[in-house]
């Protein structure tokens, strides 16, 4: 038994873990609570609640930026294989000391994710304890919990055809960003037509929901035009959703096929590494985020909705923008045929995915706190 | 003791290392030479472990060294561009070590540090590029290792830090005389301070046939009067005149120097040898003649 990589491996994880929760504490937690605590008090929740959303909101939004790139800094270069690799490990080994260090930092981010989770829950929910609001969703938590290891894997693969870590971000801003835009163009149209839209929406849609999660265990026959459309398109994004994860798998099995011995250490960090689980991370969270602001408010303040879709539109029209100058602008830019492949399996599969679990989430539950759970 | 046995290595279809074969003897400073894309690294990474070798073998003590923790326990690599992490901190390299190598001293660590004047508690990605070679060097003077092998050794370090790094070293084997050392460098004058054998890495091979310079002498000479002109008979690998001073480098027999020059009457003749910097550049010289 070599006992000395376990050695390392406890230590690493405990110091990048230690060091995230903080950060997350600090930030996510204490530092908005006391601004709520302040507010509540003062504006008897009022105001508390807008001040809480925005500040959380953009703190995650500052996050999901910034830590990948700090990441990116703190473990990626091909050089680190070089002294991963001639420690003396097998290289299975060394493979698995670099997924804890990715898995380490994820903890910490789910962590921290999980914390603004329960600060969001506590100032919506107006004082109800997380434990009494997932009480009351023992049904949708599974498949939500299943919904987001999908997603967070499709991300991992996004992010892992990717070149560098600013194409990672870039292709996961495409990949999270694009569901928001199908979703509220396409899916859910109405949700956006800022005077149509009412207080009272929420309740209707609930109930159209209701019916359509009847409906899907009772075969259907008491469905409205509303819940037809949700229940099938639900039921047609998990059937490209499956096909995806062929298509993935199939793509995957030629992908691992090409590592050859010498590529091992700089595989690591490349496919399976920090940046690329970290920047998915953060970004799902922050797509995820803006998924739960927008149906949020969708029921309550159109306005947000509004803003959520500039946000996506800025970061789609972003995207865009990165693509035409690396490919079109700098020329130098080489593309094989695969790589285009690739990328739109990736971007293909992030839109069916994001509508696929959208859709089984409005059509278990629509009620905001399950996209809670989500985070 | 190191046995490299029918190494092959290669990239992409382009070998790097050819059906190489060679030993390296406990209780030794070994320098490795070669042009830049020679294979030096790729053998240091091979032998280190780091690389898989397409064929052959690299056995430390009789047990390939390859996948085989307890084998990677006795050597401490350092490679010519080492990454830990951009932000990391002297004391992850501490940790890093620590775990993995049992006789690593963090105290004697620290201790280097100080003496190279590294400050320990900035990240490695502030420190300068010589300043960081230096804080890995401290680091593989302190892993207490049966075997260092270091890339480029000398890279971006001052003259003082060379020096003190040399003086490091052979204090290290006099301590520890079991201590094997591999350097791979182009510093080849520094090599030349501490090395006890040089290997040359060429075309894929490895030998030793260099450091003899294929039996190369520099020869100094000074004249009184004439300086003869036609050396043509000595085949001369360098000429280098100045006034009533001639070197020669060639590869004539000892015998073969003195008779061509007694008719001359030279009031100086001196056959001195080469060091491991001339033979190396002498000897590519006349491959290219």
């Not at chain 1, 870590?165 to 509220?184: E, R, Y």
């Not at chain 1, 819940?227 to 639900?234: A, D, H, V």
């Not at chain 1, 970061?315 to 593309?335: C, E, H, N, P, T």
């Not at chain 2, 190369?216 to 004439?226: E, M, P, Q, Y």
């Amino acid at each position: 038994m070599n006992s000395r990589y376990f050695r390392y491996l406890m230590k690493s994880f405990w110091s990048i873990a230690t060091v995230y929760i903080t950060l997350f504490a600090v930030f996510l937690i204490i530092i908005p609570f006391v601004i709520d605590v302040f507010c509540v008090l003062l504006f008897r929740g009022t105001i508390g609640y807008s001040a809480y959303v925005v500040v959380v909101g953009a703190m995650c939004i500052f996050l999901s930026g910034l830590l990948p790139l700090i990441m990116h800094n703190r473990y990626y270069s091909k050089n680190r294989s070089d002294i991963i690799l001639s420690m003396p490990m097998t290289r299975g080994q060394a493979f698995i000391t670099e997924l804890v260090f990715g898995l380490a930092i994820i903890t910490a981010l789910l962590v921290g994710c999980y914390c603004v989770g329960c600060c969001l829950c506590l100032i919506l929910g107006n004082g109800t304890s997380l434990l009494g609001t997932y009480g009351t969703s023992m049904l949708g938590l599974p498949l939500l919990y299943l919904a987001c290891v999908i997603t967070f894997l499709v991300s991992t693969f996004a992010v892992s055809v990717s070149n560098s870590v600013f194409q990672a971000i870039v292709m996961l801003l495409l990949v999270n960003s694009l569901p928001s835009l199908v979703n509220a163009l396409i899916l859910n149209p109405d949700s956006y037509s800022w005077i149509a839209q009412s207080s009272t929406n929420w309740f209707s849609q609930t109930e159209v929901f209701e019916h359509a999660l009847a409906s899907l265990i009772n075969s259907g026959s008491e469905l409205s035009t509303n819940s037809i459309n949700t229940f099938w398109g639900s039921m047609l994004a998990l059937l490209l959703q499956l096909l995806f994860w062929g298509g993935l798998t199939v793509l995957a099995f030629f992908e691992f096929r090409k590592l050859k011995s010498e590529h091992l250490g700089t595989v690591i960090p490349q496919r399976f590494g920090v940046v690329n689980t970290l920047t998915l991370t953060c970004m799902l969270g922050f797509a995820l985020l803006t998924e739960f602001f927008t149906d949020l408010v969708i029921m309550e303040h159109n306005w947000y909705a509004w803003m959520i879709l500039i946000f996506a539109l800025a970061y789609f029209l972003i995207s865009v923008i990165y693509f035409v100058f690396m490919f079109v602008v700098r020329k130098k830019a080489k593309f094989r045929k695969d790589d285009w492949i690739r990328y739109a399996i990736a971007i293909g599969g992030g839109i069916i995915l994001g509508m696929a679990v959208f859709g089984i989430v409005r059509a278990v539950r629509p009620e905001p706190m399950y996209y809670l759970a989500l985070l | 003791m190191i046995e490299i046995s029918n190494l092959t290595k290669s990239y992409d279809g382009q070998i790097v290392i050819k059906n190489c074969n060679a030993k390296i003897h406990d209780g030794s400073i070994n320098g490795l030479v070669g042009e830049n894309g020679a294979g030096k690294s790729t053998l240091l990474r091979l032998i280190a472990g780091v690389l898989k070798a397409d064929s052959g073998s690299i056995r430390l003590d009789g047990e390939e060294i390859f996948e085989s923790p307890n084998a990677k326990a006795k050597i401490f690599f350092l490679a010519d561009e080492p990454y830990y992490g951009k932000n990391a901190h002297i004391k992850d390299l501490t940790t890093l070590y620590t775990c993995f190598f049992d006789r690593f001293t963090p105290e004697e660590f620290k201790k280097n540090l100080v003496r190279y004047q590294v400050d320990i508690d900035k990240p490695l990605n502030s420190f300068s590029k010589g300043m960081r070679r230096k804080a890995y060097l401290a680091a593989a003077l302190a892993s207490h290792a049966d075997i260092i092998l270091i890339d480029e050794a000398f890279d971006g370090l001052d003259p003082y830090s060379r020096n003190e790094f040399k003086k490091d070293l052979i204090e290290l084997i006099a301590k520890n005389p079991k201590t094997t050392v591999v350097i791979a460098s182009h510093s080849l004058r520094e090599l030349g301070d501490i090395c006890d054998s040089y290997s040359l890495v060429d075309n894929g091979q490895i030998s030793d046939e260099f450091v003899q310079a294929k039996n190369l002498h520099k020869v100094h000479l000074a004249f009184g009067d004439s300086v003869p002109s036609d050396l043509h008979e000595l085949q001369p690998i360098a000429v280098k005149r100045d006034g009533h001073f001639l070197v020669v480098v060639t590869d004539a027999t000892e015998v073969k120097i003195r008779a061509f020059f007694a008719p001359y009457n030279p009031l100086m003749l001196d056959i001195v040898p080469l060091t491991v910097e001339e033979a190396f550049i002498y000897n590519k010289e006349r491959e290219m003649l």
